[in-house]
């Protein structure tokens, strides 16, 4: 087998007919599916590369394939057990990884040039050498490494990143000596420092434009014009892992003046950069009990203000059209962020807008709701070329179809830093209630949830805290009905009950 030529010229499809089973013997070759259509070299070539050099690549655009080969079987090993565990996504996407049948890929390099290229860049920059004058990479626009500094700009920061959690995911690319965050112009940002310009490289190269979490807080990485920091505490806004003695400086600044001035002067030069490829890899993911875990020390850091770039209007389709009402809908994409007005279309009633209160929600919905079910159909939920969602005539009856709720008191994210902005989680089988009044059972809240045409599988109060549970349905489908029906239900004494998605299993 491995002594078999792959070639790529996308007429593979005979040799490639279902070719890799699961279950498949470890290769350090790996099959990798489903990508979306799209998307570039670069892009494929960074799911390897924190776990061992690339060696070859191979695409096979027309199938949404790519064969990616790595230097060591054991790195190729890492990789398949750690995305078995975490989802890998390119482009919001999941995709799917398994060990190839081939031992080797042999790459016809005529046809697969700009593969070859790419991966050349980025070879040289793994072994620090420049890239080969002959080969020009606007692909990822790689240059020999400059400085050992990194500058780390957090977009869309729904949970607060903390020093912690920037350690741990640039430590992949070699050891971190220092990091010092601060927040400027509404925006968290950091400068981490490396003990080698190469290490800075792989990481720029590999995580740029790529989300922490899912769906949100996108590293946007540039080199910065320093090339050594000074840090003069270690406490939760600066740290010199070199140096575990500094004092800890009771929140004073952890910049240096000095640095400040540079660091000003630096950022006008520097344009923020464009947004990147809106691609959630969850590998950097620290998956989402580290999210929780991470927005546990909200507290220390402040919401920056929520940009509200991006479209704001997203249009669902495919919905059921006898049993769909803007309430319903308000209800659901709630859960995402502060919607602000839902029309459901006149001449097409399977159809509705919905106005978000900014890009980041409509942007976190989208990416939550997209092909969940909702009163039996699989919803569609896409960015709207709308910029607002208009509000019928006055006197004008369009049947309840379109409904204004700007002013609605059921608004979860209004206040800025409101502990719901940590507690976004995708459509789950498991609900997470709150406010529960003291003389309501668990009784009565199986009968109430299961009258909502559902089975609920199990119920835990939370000990600490009567006012609080965790209920699982059957399937995620009931539990987005029972969302949808049960939210702000009253359960007299004025306790209206606030139900929203867990992460937790019971």
Same mark, same amino acid.
């Given at each position: 087998?491995?002594?078999?030529?792959?070639?790529?010229?996308?007429?593979?499809?005979?040799?490639?007919?279902?070719?890799?089973?699961?279950?498949?013997?470890?290769?350090?070759?790996?099959?990798?599916?489903?990508?979306?259509?799209?998307?570039?070299?670069?892009?494929? +070539?960074?799911?390897?590369?924190?776990?061992?050099?690339?060696?070859?690549?191979?695409?096979?655009?027309?199938?949404?394939?790519?064969?990616?080969?790595?230097?060591?079987?054991?790195?190729?090993?890492?990789?398949?057990?750690?995305?078995?565990?975490?989802?890998?996504?390119?482009?919001? =996407?999941?995709?799917? +990884?398994?060990?190839?049948?081939?031992?080797?890929?042999?790459?016809?390099?005529?046809?697969?040039?700009?593969?070859?290229?790419?991966?050349?860049?980025?070879?040289?920059?793994?072994?620090?050498?420049?890239?080969?004058?002959?080969?020009?990479?606007?692909? #990822?626009?790689?240059?020999?490494?400059?400085?050992?500094?990194?500058?780390?700009?957090?977009?869309?920061?729904?949970?607060?990143?903390?020093?912690? !959690?920037?350690?741990?995911?640039?430590?992949?690319?070699?050891?971190?000596?220092?990091?010092?965050?601060?927040?400027?112009?509404?925006?968290?940002?950091?400068?981490?420092?490396?003990?080698?310009?190469?290490?800075? =490289?792989? *990481?720029?190269?590999?995580?740029?434009?790529?989300?922490?979490?899912?769906?949100?807080?996108?590293?946007?990485?540039?080199?910065? @014009?320093?090339?050594?920091?000074?840090?003069?505490?270690?406490?939760?806004? $600066?740290?010199?892992?070199?140096?575990?003695?500094?004092?800890?400086?009771?929140?004073?600044?952890?910049?240096?003046? *000095?640095?400040?001035?540079?660091?000003?002067?630096?950022?006008?030069?520097?344009?923020?950069?464009?947004? *990147?490829?809106?691609?959630?890899?969850?590998?950097?993911?620290?998956?989402?009990?580290?999210?929780?875990?991470?927005?546990?020390?909200?507290?220390? !850091?402040?919401?920056?203000?929520?940009?509200?770039?991006?479209?704001?209007?997203?249009?669902? $389709?495919?919905?059921?059209?006898?049993? !769909?009402?803007?309430?319903?809908?308000?209800?659901?994409?709630?859960?995402?962020?502060?919607?602000?007005?839902? @029309?459901?279309?006149?001449?097409?009633?399977? #159809?509705?807008?919905?106005?978000?209160?900014?890009?980041?929600? #409509?942007?976190?919905?989208?990416?939550?709701?997209?092909? =969940?079910?909702?009163?039996?159909?699989? +919803?569609?939920?896409?960015?709207?070329?709308?910029?607002?969602?208009?509000?019928?005539?006055?006197?004008?009856?369009? =049947?309840?179809?379109?409904?204004?709720?700007?002013?609605?008191?059921?608004?979860?994210?209004?206040?800025?830093?409101?502990?719901?902005?940590?507690?976004?989680?995708?459509?789950?089988?498991?609900?997470?209630?709150?406010?529960?009044?003291?003389?309501?059972?668990?009784?009565?809240?199986?009968?109430?949830?299961?009258?909502?045409?559902?089975?609920?599988?199990?119920?835990?109060?939370?000990?600490?805290?009567?006012?609080?549970?965790?209920?699982?349905?059957?399937?995620?489908?009931?539990?987005?009905?029972?969302?949808?029906?049960?939210?702000?239900?009253?359960?007299?004494?004025?306790?209206?009950?606030?139900?929203?998605?867990?992460?937790?299993?019971?």
């Amino acid at each position: 087998m491995s002594s078999m030529v792959v070639t790529a010229n996308g007429n593979d499809s005979k040799k490639f007919k279902g070719e890799d089973k699961m279950d498949g013997a470890p290769s350090r070759v790996l099959h990798i599916r489903k990508l979306p259509g799209e998307v570039t070299e670069t892009e494929v +070539i960074a799911l390897g590369l924190p776990f061992g050099k690339v060696t070859n690549i191979l695409m096979l655009k027309g199938k949404n394939q790519a064969f990616l080969e790595l230097a060591t079987e054991e790195a190729a090993i890492t990789m398949v057990n750690y995305y078995s565990a975490v989802t890998p996504h390119l482009r919001n =996407q999941p995709i799917y +990884i398994q060990y190839s049948n081939h031992k080797e890929l042999k790459t016809d390099n005529t046809l697969n040039q700009r593969a070859q290229a790419v991966l050349q860049a980025v070879t040289a920059v793994q072994t620090a050498n420049t890239p080969l004058s002959g080969t020009t990479v606007s692909e #990822s626009a790689v240059t020999p490494a400059q400085s050992p500094v990194l500058r780390i700009i957090i977009d869309n920061m729904y949970y607060p990143v903390t020093l912690d !959690v920037l350690h741990q995911i640039f430590s992949k690319f070699g050891a971190v000596l220092k990091i010092i965050t601060f927040t400027k112009n509404n925006q968290f940002q950091a400068l981490l420092q490396y003990g080698d310009p190469v290490n800075a =490289q792989q *990481a720029k190269l590999a995580l740029d434009g790529q989300n922490i979490y899912n769906a949100c807080c996108t590293l946007r990485i540039d080199f910065s @014009k320093l090339v050594n920091l000074n840090v003069k505490y270690n406490n939760d806004k $600066s740290r010199d892992y070199t140096r575990p003695d500094l004092p800890s400086g009771d929140g004073q600044p952890a910049l240096d003046p *000095a640095i400040a001035a540079a660091f000003a002067k630096e950022t006008s030069l520097l344009g923020l950069p464009v947004a *990147a490829v809106p691609g959630a890899l969850s590998p950097l993911a620290i998956p989402n009990a580290a999210a929780a875990a991470a927005a546990a020390a909200a507290g220390r !850091v402040g919401m920056p203000g929520v940009s509200a770039g991006g479209n704001t209007v997203l249009l669902v $389709s495919n919905l059921n059209e006898e049993m !769909v009402t803007p309430q319903s809908l308000f209800t659901l994409f709630g859960v995402y962020g502060d919607v602000q007005r839902v @029309k459901i279309l006149y001449n097409k009633k399977d #159809s509705a807008l919905i106005q978000m209160a900014d890009g980041n929600q #409509s942007q976190l919905a989208m990416n939550h709701l997209n092909g =969940q079910k909702m009163y039996g159909k699989i +919803i569609r939920v896409t960015l709207s070329k709308h910029q607002t969602v208009q509000l019928p005539r006055e006197g004008l009856d369009d =049947q309840g179809l379109t409904k204004d709720f700007g002013n609605s008191p059921l608004h979860r994210f209004k206040k800025p830093g409101s502990k719901n902005f940590q507690n976004i989680f995708p459509p789950s089988a498991t609900l997470h209630l709150s406010n529960i009044p003291p003389s309501v059972a668990e009784e009565d809240l199986r009968t109430l949830f299961a009258n909502t045409g559902g089975t609920v599988k199990a119920f835990k109060f939370f000990q600490r805290d009567h006012k609080m549970a965790l209920l699982q349905m059957a399937t995620v489908e009931e539990a987005i009905q029972a969302l949808i029906d049960l939210h702000n239900y009253n359960l007299g004494e004025n306790h209206h009950l606030r139900v929203s998605f867990s992460k937790s299993t019971i």
